[in-house]
């Protein structure tokens, strides 16, 4: 079985400080992580996924996700956030085969972007 | 433009009363969902589909049907709406089962019920 978990539903960071949020994956074989967003009263939208190619993946909006098998990790940074960055952002995970048929996703984490 | 197109986007319902939320995607996926997001839970996992004519159930199908008649549709039922349906659906589609581009979502549905 799958899951991640989203350490923190609510993150507050000043205009231009490091955006960090966490998430941390459990699954039985080797995964595909991804970085969802969400804007207010909209749908989801694809920030960033890792498929086992380079460990550092690059996303829209300036945001990048490092993938550390070792600490079963993939957390989500920014090195200056934005008023615009304000969000709920969601991690999710999926293995790289089997049978399963889905995106398992984690709780979420709602960032404030302060002035 | 190509997406996930979501009808309708906003509705109120009275206990009891039944309604179908309408799920189109134009980009020839096999797979599509359907999500309920409350607050502190995530997206949680109703029903989904892995091609025309099939179903599977998802975390929490209590309540609801859905039916995949078109490879490009995806319905959701509510046969007798309770108030604890109250939340926003989300249907979202993938290529197929490897997930290497993740899934595309619609803008979403909110259901109030009375």
């Known amino acids: 079985a799958q899951s991640v978990t989203q350490l923190g539903s609510h993150v507050s960071v000043s205009e231009g400080a490091l955006v960090l949020l966490r998430c941390n994956y459990s699954s039985s074989v080797p995964p595909y992580l991804f970085w969802y967003v969400q804007y207010p009263n909209q749908g989801l939208q694809l920030l960033l996924k890792?498929?086992?190619?380079?460990?550092l993946v690059k996303g829209i909006n300036g945001f990048e996700a490092e993938f550390k098998k070792s600490e079963t990790s993939f957390h989500l940074t920014k090195p200056s956030a934005h008023m615009r960055d304000a969000a709920e952002y969601f991690c999710?995970?999926?293995?790289?085969?089997?049978?399963?048929?889905?995106?398992?996703f984690g709780t979420g984490t709602r960032l404030q972007v302060t002035l | 433009n190509a997406g996930v197109t979501q009808t309708p986007k906003f509705r109120v319902l009275k206990t009891g009363q039944s309604m179908t939320l309408l799920c189109a995607q134009d980009?020839?996926?096999?797979?599509m969902y359907w999500y309920r997001q409350d607050p502190g839970m995530g997206l949680r996992l109703i029903h989904y589909?892995?091609?025309?004519?099939?179903?599977a159930k998802g975390e929490v199908p209590d309540g609801y049907n859905v039916s995949r008649l078109k490879k490009q549709n995806f319905l959701l039922g509510l046969e007798s709406a309770a108030p604890s349906q109250t939340s926003v659906y989300f249907c979202?589609?993938?290529?197929?089962?490897?997930?290497?581009?993740?899934?595309?979502f619609g803008s979403g549905t909110r259901l109030t019920v009375v």
């Open positions: 980009m020839n996926h096999e797979y």
């Open positions: 890792y498929t086992s190619a380079a460990t």
């Open positions: 589909s892995v091609g025309e004519g099939t179903t």
């Open positions: 979202a589609s993938s290529l197929d089962g490897r997930f290497l581009y993740g899934y595309t």
């Open positions: 999710a995970v999926s293995p790289l085969t089997g049978t399963a048929s889905k995106l398992t």
